[in-house]
C-alpha cells in the first residue's frame, strides 16, 4: 500500500506574496509622502552563478514591489578595505535605506569585517553584530531574512515554538545561528547540530521543530524525523535541492516546507519588508 503524506504543505509562495503585496502598499506611502522611492543597495562580489541569479531575482523583487534597487558588482578580486569602502559609502549615502551584501565573497576577503561596515540601521538582511544581538535578545531590529521568514511561516500555521523542542542542523553566521536565536528567543529549547555532531538522528528524532541549514542535498532523512515534527528546509543546493529528503520527511512531519515554494521566496520578502522598515524609520513616519 502506497504511503499517505501526513504532512501539510507551508506555501512560502503564498506567504512571501502577501507579505510583498503589504510591504508594496507601504512602499507606495513613502513614495507618496516624500516623492522618492525606499531604495535598496545590492553589492555583489565576483561573477558566482547562483549568486548573480539570487540578486538578480531580489532586484525583480524590488521592482514588483516599488522599492528602488542600486546594484553594485565589485570584481572577485577586490580586497576587504575596497569592499569595506564601498559598504562605508552606501552606509553614509542618505538616498540609501538598506544593504544587502551578498554572501559569500571571495575567501580572501573578511566577510565579518565587511558586514560590520554596514550601518546598523541600514542592515536589513540582519548580518551584522548589532542585528545578531537584537535576534539574540528578542530586541527589535532586523532579522537575519532567513531565519526571519522561517519564523513568519511558524506564525503563519500557527506554529507556537514556546516549549517546543527545536533541533537547528547548521549553525552558519545569517543562517542555522541566527534562526535558532530567533527561536530561544520565543522559548523554544534550542539544541544546535553541525559538523562535528555525534549520534546527529538521535538529536533530529527529539525535533518537534526541526531546521535543516547545512547545504548538504537531502541530508536529513525521514526515518529520522518525530512523527509529527514541523520540517523547515532552508537548504539552497544547486539544482533547488534542499537538504531535507521530502518524500520520506512528508511521511512523517505534519507540517514541511517544499524547495522551492518554501523558505526560499520568505527570504525575498523579508529583506523587502525591513528595507521599508528601514526607510520608515530613518523618514520618522
Ligand atoms: N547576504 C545574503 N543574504 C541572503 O539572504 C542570501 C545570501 N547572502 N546568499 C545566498 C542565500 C540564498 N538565498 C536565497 C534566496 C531566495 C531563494 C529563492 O527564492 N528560491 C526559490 C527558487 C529559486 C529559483 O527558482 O531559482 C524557492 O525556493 O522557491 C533561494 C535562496 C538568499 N541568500
Do not use: W
Request: proline share 6%.
Amino acid at each position: 500500500m502506497p504511503t499517505v503524506p501526513a504532512a501539510r504543505l507551508m506555501d512560502g509562495t503564498a506567504l512571501a506574496r502577501r507579505t510583498v503585496e503589504e510591504t508594496a502598499a507601504r512602499a507606495a506611502e513613502i513614495t507618496r509622502r516624500t516623492g522618492t522611492a525606499p531604495c535598496l543597495a545590492t553589492v555583489l562580489v565576483g561573477e558566482d552563478p547562483a549568486s548573480v541569479t539570487y540578486v538578480r531575482m531580489k532586484r525583480a523583487r524590488c521592482e514588483k514591489a516599488g522599492i528602488r534597487s542600486r546594484h553594485m558588482e565589485l570584481p572577485a578580486a577586490t580586497s576587504t578595505e575596497e569592499l569595506v569602502a564601498t559598504l562605508t559609502g552606501l552606509s553614509q549615502d542618505s538616498e540609501v535605506n538598506g544593504i544587502l551584501l551578498q554572501h559569500p565573497v571571495g575567501p580572501h576577503i573578511d566577510e565579518r569585517a565587511a558586514f560590520e561596515a554596514i550601518a546598523p540601521e541600514k542592515d536589513v538582511d540582519g548580518v551584522t553584530m548589532t542585528s545578531f544581538a537584537a535576534m539574540s535578545f528578542g530586541l527589535p531590529g532586523f532579522e537575519s531574512c532567513t531565519p526571519g521568514g522561517i519564523m513568519r511561516l511558524l506564525d503563519a500555521y500557527d506554529v507556537n515554538p514556546s516549549g517546543k523542542r527545536a533541533v537547528v542542523v547548521g549553525r552558519s553566521a545569517i543562517l542555522g545561528k541566527p534562526a535558532g536565536m530567533l527561536l530561544l528567543a520565543r522559548d523554544a529549547t534550542v539544541t544546535y547540530c553541525h559538523s562535528r555532531t555525534t549520534g546527529l538522528s538521535e538529536i533530529v528524532a527529539e525535533a518537534d521543530i526541526l531546521v535543516a541549514a547545512v547545504g548538504r542535498p537531502r541530508f536529513i532523512r525521514g526515518e529520522d524525523i518525530k512523527p509529527g515534527a514541523v520540517v523547515i528546509d532552508a537548504g539552497y543546493n544547486p539544482g533547488n535541492v534542499g537538504d531535507v529528503d521530502f518524500d520520506t520527511a512528508a511521511e512523517r512531519a505534519s507540517l514541511i516546507t517544499p524547495v522551492p515554494g518554501g523558505v526560499g521566496p520568505m527570504t525575498i520578502a523579508v529583506l523587502l519588508a525591513q528595507t521599508v522598515d528601514a526607510a520608515e524609520r530613518q523618514l520618522g513616519l
